[in-house]
């Protein structure tokens, strides 16, 4: 379980609190306490960015070509995810690439950059 508070004022940390009021003993006799990690808040990519995103796969599908075939949008995409951000394990083995969802502003303006770079370098697309 992965719980996220965002504490930007009083409310926020009353929710907190509440929160671990409410689950922390259950949990910890249940033989599976809370761990909490307290961290600056980074967020995630922008709508912009997403757009961005799509709008350069749908090039690099339109444009490039792999031993002679093309692919989908949605297929670069998941190749992307796995080759730059990683992979993770579904149930019953299979795999999938890590959710762009996942990355900050700034990680996902270098995922970005690393997409363009390889479009150009790799398959020859060059997107302005």
């Given at each position: 379980?992965l719980?996220?508070?965002?504490?930007r004022?009083?409310i926020?940390?009353r929710q907190?609190?509440?929160?671990?009021?409410?689950?922390?003993?259950r949990m910890a006799q249940s033989?599976?306490p809370?761990?909490?990690m307290?961290?600056?808040h980074?967020?995630?990519?922008?709508?912009p960015?997403n757009?961005?995103?799509?709008?350069?796969?749908?090039?690099?599908?339109?444009?490039a070509?792999?031993?002679g075939k093309q692919?989908s949008?949605?297929?670069?995409h998941?190749?992307?995810k796995?080759?730059?951000?990683g992979?993770e394990?579904?149930?019953?083995?299979a795999?999938a690439?890590?959710?762009?969802?996942?990355?900050d502003?700034?990680?996902?303006?270098e995922?970005?950059?690393?997409?363009?770079h390889?479009?150009?370098?790799?398959?020859g697309v060059?997107?302005?």
């Open positions: 379980m719980k996220t508070f965002v504490l004022d009083d926020h940390c907190l609190y509440a929160f671990l009021r409410s689950n922390w003993l033989g599976k809370l761990g909490v307290v961290a600056e980074k967020a995630r990519r922008s709508n960015q757009k961005k995103l799509w709008a350069v796969l749908h090039e690099i599908a339109e444009h070509w792999v031993d692919y949008a949605d297929a670069w998941e190749h992307f796995r080759q730059f951000i992979v394990e579904l149930p019953g083995g795999t690439g890590i959710s762009t969802a996942t990355l502003v700034d990680a996902f303006s995922y970005i950059e690393r997409i363009l390889y479009a150009t370098t790799q398959l060059v997107i302005e």
